[in-house]
């Protein structure tokens, strides 16, 4: 009897192809392991039987949107992290859960071995493999994008064909996708060329903004310690909430981001993403936070951002730096209460008001009217202290370019 093998299954092209190769490459018998983070039922449905018939002895779904927008997205959204200044790491976000998980069934399992279907150049075999080594260093690792002959998704279109091994993926539309509750990513096929606009048949979450509503909508999105609570004052849990937000946006075309990026291993990279509720969520977060914390404190939370967005990007989720980042960012958030309202319009995204029990904001010490709480004479000496080592710098180098006493001059 072959080892037991774990495999981050989504019955996508590169994945489907691996049960067949696990088999034939190791004699493995293949457990497939697939993860519900909201990537809906079209993807998920026919799964396990789909699974079988590629040669697996069984597939497991475990339902993890809930504990992939409470334990991961949430802490991620309060950091304020975005990676490459508008990635808002939706695939980098849901590899620690579902790798996570797919420890525990392998452990579970008795397996000897986890396999994922991440290429070569990619940041997902990181994330996935960052993953294992905190949780489950004893397995063997699989990662046939790093050993099978196979030089791209053409190859692997054959070779699944041969196998009987139906797929969504053609030579002519080599499209990879990766969707969840918070975004839908496009990679692939034409999109590989930055020049080239995105067409508009593969989005998926958001509509064409040209046939967006008319009318613009007002959301209020309210907030309790920094995490989302409400929409239009109504208690929602995560996976509600996220969806409601979701359904509203991409009507009206907000959340598109075509982005150039980085990847951990070095090359540039092209994708296109669709995150509609998270670009409200971004938005409504980043203006509360604003209302109601200090400068410094802002200042502070911008630092923090930019490291937690490497760290999720980088895949470095289960780590001491994760758990040292949100904990500085829980303190942040005590008082980042209240709602704030947006307007969505044609793909736009405005905010039309923000209130906060917490708010710093006050309107006596603001107004440019008459107040009876602001002395203005106060800002002249407040003007000479802050500008004090400006005018030492000046005076001293203004006495530098003076000739000496006695000097005679050409």
């Known amino acids: 009897m072959g080892p037991l093998v774990v495999l981050a299954y989504s019955g996508g092209l590169d994945t489907s192809a691996i049960v067949p190769w696990l088999r034939e490459q190791y004699g493995a018998r293949v457990l497939c392991f697939a993860a519900d983070v909201g990537q809906g039922t079209g993807e998920l449905g026919g799964l396990i039987d789909k699974a079988k018939r590629s040669g697996a002895v069984d597939c497991v779904i475990e339902d993890l949107r809930e504990e992939f927008v409470r334990d991961f997205v949430f802490p991620t959204l309060r950091a304020g992290a975005v990676y490459a200044r508008t990635y ?30 991440c290429t070569g150049k990619g940041n997902d075999q990181v994330r996935f493999e960052l993953t294992y080594a905190a949780l489950a ?27 009987g091994v139906p797929v969504q993926a053609t030579v ?90 980085d990847r951990l291993v070095g090359m540039k990279s092209r994708g296109v993403y669709e995150t509609p509720g998270g670009t409200l969520l971004h938005a409504a977060h980043r203006e509360l936070e604003q209302l109601v914390l200090d400068r410094r404190t802002l200042r502070l939370k911008d630092e923090l951002a930019l ?38 319009y044609k793909a736009g995204l405005t905010v039309a008001g923000r209130e906060s029990p917490y708010a710093l904001y006050q309107p006596s010490y603001a107004t440019f009217g008459k107040d009876n709480v602001y002395n203005q004479r106060d800002a002249e000496g407040f003007i000479h202290l802050y500008g004090l080592s400006i005018k030492i710098a000046a005076g001293l180098d203004a006495a530098r370019r003076q000739p000496e006493v006695g000097a005679v001059a050409d």
Not at 90 to 116: I, N
Not at 226 to 234: E, L, Q
Not at 312 to 336: C, F, H, I, M, N
């Open 88 to 117: 808002l790491l939706g695939t980098a976000m849901a590899r620690p859960v579902m790798a996570a998980r797919q420890v525990a069934l392998a452990q579970q399992a008795g397996a000897q071995a986890v396999a994922h279907g």
């Open 137 to 163: 260093p004893e397995l063997q690792i699989i990662a046939p994008w790093r050993e099978w002959h196979f030089q791209g998704r053409e190859d692997l279109i054959a070779y699944v064909k041969a196998k």
């Open 307 to 344: 490291r937690y967005a490497d760290l999720v990007y980088d895949g470095r989720w289960w780590t001491p730096e994760r758990e040292a980042l949100d904990a500085a960012v829980v303190s942040t958030q005590k008082r980042v209460t209240g709602t704030v309202r947006l307007k969505l």
């Open 172 to 261: 002519e539309k080599p499209y990879s996708t990766d969707r969840n509750l918070w975004h839908c990513s496009h990679e692939g096929g034409i999109l590989e060329d930055p020049a080239r606009e995105p067409p508009e048949h593969i989005f998926v979450m958001t509509n064409d903004p040209l046939e967006a509503p008319d009318l613009p909508a007002v959301v209020e999105v309210g907030f309790d310690e920094g995490n989302p609570v409400t929409v239009n004052g109504v208690p929602l849990g995560p996976v509600e909430l996220l969806e409601t937000l979701n359904g509203i946006a991409g009507e009206h075309g907000v959340g598109r981001a075509d982005i150039v990026e």
